[in-house]
């Protein structure tokens, strides 16, 4: 039986719920000034919870601030307010050089664009970034192999992304993001240049991913019937998360 405490983000899962939250963000506050006449106030007591190993969708119409939210949670940029905690460490008060290691440790990155080096193969793409974390190449090799089959593109490891399609290459920077085992997934848009079909097989791809790693991940995207089949679902409304 699950008892809510008080005051916590409702909806955890149970199975996966102990150890620390993925993200928490507590009545976070995002105002834009510099060199605006007017103030735009883009997230206002803005808070949420994933569980380790959770897959929440945030849908809100474009210029809501999902974005903003999604740098705010990977410490790409400071709230001008309230609390970031990622993997149970709380950030506000720490240094730059601080938040970029959490944020190398424990925060993967997909984007609705790849971003993979081209001249590169896809097991190089997925490995670069552990061998950058220091890990040795045997190591960052068949930790990319591991997750270029578990996305079904071992036959396509040794092909640069030229030679994939637009999914395949969007599976090899889904596998680039989970390769240092981080805690914490953000996907902006990650099917945002796919055809439905190709999306929504990405997408179970990703969530099963997430699950299986046992990591949590805020996935934004336009597409409410795919959010739907996430474990959760999240709008932004006036700066604020409120359950979808
Ligand atoms: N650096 C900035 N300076 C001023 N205003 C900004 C800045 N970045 C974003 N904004 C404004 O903040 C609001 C939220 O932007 P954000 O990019 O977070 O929205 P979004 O929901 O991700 O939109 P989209 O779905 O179109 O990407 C918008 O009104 C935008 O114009």
Redesign the pocket.
Known sequence: MSDPTPGAAPETNSETAPGPAALELTDVERV?????AEE?R?LHGASLRIAAGEVVALV????????????IAGLLDRADGGAVRIAGTETAGLSDGRRTAIRRRDVGFVYQFHHLLREFSAAENVALPMRAAGASRRAADARAAELLEAVGLSPRASHRPAELSGGEQQRVAICRALVNRPRLLLA??PTGNLDPGTSEMVFELLAGLARTEGLGALV?T?NLELAARMDRVLR?DGGRVVAG
């Open positions: 834009y000034s510099q060199g605006l735009v883009v809100a119409p474009s210029g809501s601030g999902k974005s903003t939210l999604l740098h902006d848009e934004a336009h932004l």
